[in-house]
């Protein structure tokens, strides 16, 4: 489900109303605080925000931003939110990012991705053997890992010890120089889902062969994002 928050104020009652009604994964992270008081989120703090309040054994387990989000915060720079709560939560800082930036969020679960019009939300997955998906879908990779701005070698090395299979490309930068760099954090996710935001945040799709996932560059895009009405 795509989701773009409307801003309003309510009353307290209405306000306990809709949480009532809300879908499981907003009510996620509607119980995950920010921690100490954050007044904005802008380029320098908002991904370091976002993962700072995932917590673990939640319906949600990850955060992706994708390559069209990581535009927004890194080359656009328009990426500038106001949050007045005295005590935020995550689920604030969704609100407030979709209603008064170009980001948007959606669920995918157990991800959520925060992206923007430029990026594609379905993945491309060729499946070659069908024994080697399910035992990456039943391999736990426990504990927690963040990557921030990381590149392809930092993730294949990364993932190669730890998903049961071996992962391509080699690190070559003649092969992965376009692949985007990775932002996303996770919380005991399988193989599986560490492929797929893997694929989310760096722009790319994959092939499940034989004990092997091969990466390569996912060419389709979406909305080119329009410049007008946010600040440089």
């Known amino acids: 489900m795509k989701f773009r928050v409307c801003y ?3 009353s307290v009652l209405v306000l306990h109303s809709v949480k009532a009604a809300a879908p499981d994964w907003t009510r996620a992270l509607a119980d995950m605080p920010l921690g100490t008081y954050v007044a904005g989120l802008t380029r320098t703090n908002c991904a370091q925000v ?3 309040a995932l917590k673990a054994d939640s319906l949600v387990k990850g955060i992706v931003f994708m390559p069209g989000a990581t535009d927004e915060l890194y080359f656009f720079r328009r990426v500038n939110a106001r949050l007045t709560n005295a005590a935020p939560t995550l689920w604030d800082a969704v609100v407030a990012v979709t209603n008064q930036t170009p980001l948007r969020a959606t669920f995918h679960p157990p991800l959520l991705l925060i992206y923007s019009e430029e990026d594609v939300l379905d993945l ?3 499946v070659e ?7 990456l879908k ?19 090395d990364h993932h190669r010890g730890r998903l049961g299979v071996s992962i391509q490309p080699l690190n070559r930068i003649s092969v ?3 692949f985007y760099r990775h932002t996303f954090a996770r919380w005991n996710l399988t193989a599986w889902e560490t492929l797929e ?8 799709r994959f092939s499940v062969r034989r004990n092997q996932v091969v ?10 994002p329009r410049l007008e009405g946010f600040p440089e």
């Open 197 to 204: 935001a893997t694929a989310f945040a760096g722009k790319t």
């Open 215 to 224: 990466f390569d560059l996912d060419e389709r895009t979406g909305t080119l």
């Open 124 to 126: 491309e997955i060729r």
């Open 8 to 10: 309003l104020a309510l």
């Open 129 to 135: 053997h069908a024994r080697t998906v399910e035992q």
């Open 50 to 52: 976002f993962f700072a």
């Open 138 to 156: 039943s391999k736990l990779v426990p504990g927690r890992q963040e990557f921030l701005d990381r590149d392809w070698k930092v993730i294949r």
């Open 176 to 178: 992965t120089r376009h």
